[in-house]
C-alpha cells in the first residue's frame, strides 16, 4: 500500500534509495518506506504518549522534502519549529 502511494500519487520511485515517511492523520504513527538494495523496508513507530510533529514545509502536493536533522527531531519528539540553526560554512573544496 505505501508502495503504491509512493508510485501513484507521490509519483516518484519507491526503489530511488530515498526515506520515504507518512505519518497518520492521528499523528501517533509514524512509518518509513526504503529500499535497501535487495528489498523494501517497511520501520513502524506507535507513541503511546504525544504526538509526532508534522513539518510545515514548502508543499508540492502531498510532499514535503525534510533533512536528515528533521526526520531526527521528529522522531525524538523535538519541536524543530522553534529550534534556531546556527550558520556553517559548508565547502566543496575539501583537502585530503
Do not use: A
Amino acid at each position: 500500500m505505501l508502495m503504491g502511494i509512493v508510485e501513484h500519487e507521490m509519483q516518484l520511485n519507491p526503489l530511488s534509495g530515498y526515506l520515504f515517511v507518512f505519518i497518520n492523520s492521528g499523528r501517533m504513527r509514524l512509518k518509513i518506506l526504503f529500499w535497501d538494495k535487495d528489498g523494501l523496508v517497511v520501520v513502524c513507530k506507535r507513541l503511546e504518549k504525544g504526538t509526532f510533529r508534522r513539518p510545515i514545509g514548502e508543499r508540492n502536493g502531498s510532499k514535503i522534502q525534510i533533512s536528515q536533522e528533521d526526520l531526527y527531531m521528529i522522531l525524538r519528539g523535538i519541536d524543530f519549529e522553534n529550534t534556531k540553526k546556527r550558520k556553517r560554512y559548508l565547502s566543496n573544496n575539501f583537502v585530503n
